[in-house]
Nanobody, 122 residues
Framework: QVHLVESGGGLVQAGASLRLSCQAS????????MGWFRQAPGKEREFVST????????YYADSVKGRFTISRDNAKNTVYLQMNSLKPDDTAVYYC???????????????WGQGTQVTVSS
């Protein structure tokens, strides 16, 4: 059994940066792709970014491309999301999740963290 715990969220002003972390415990996630999703109030959960288990393949939503960077340290069982130039539209609960392969669809992910709140003020 694997558990995912996100951290690093907070309240920042537009233009600021945050780095989210997703720590895996239990089985770890070294052989799995990992993804970040977000959900704003009243909206569906949406894809943000994903990374293959070796870190060689990454995908980003168009809305975050060029501003967000996903990375991972398999030795630490940790996945990161560096978020720069944050905008009020980035306000959401951010979730990390595990998948067998890289995917932009949340249905492909079988283990989810509890989420961390990111709030960007204008």
């Amino acid at each position: 059994q694997v558990h995912l715990v996100e951290s690093g969220g907070g309240l920042v002003q537009a233009g600021a940066s945050l780095r989210l972390s997703c720590q895996a415990s239990g089985q770890g996630v070294a052989n799995y792709a990992m993804g970040w999703f977000r959900q704003a109030p009243g909206k569906e959960r949406e894809f943000v970014s994903t990374i293959s288990w070796m870190g060689r393949t990454t995908y980003y939503a168009d809305s975050v491309k060029g501003r967000f960077t996903i990375s991972r340290d398999n030795a630490k069982n940790t996945v990161y999301l560096q978020m720069n130039s944050l905008k009020p539209d980035d306000t959401a609960v951010y979730y990390c999740a595990r998948s067998v392969h890289v995917s932009t669809s949340p249905v492909e992910y079988d283990v989810w963290g509890q989420g961390t709140q990111v709030t960007v003020s204008s």
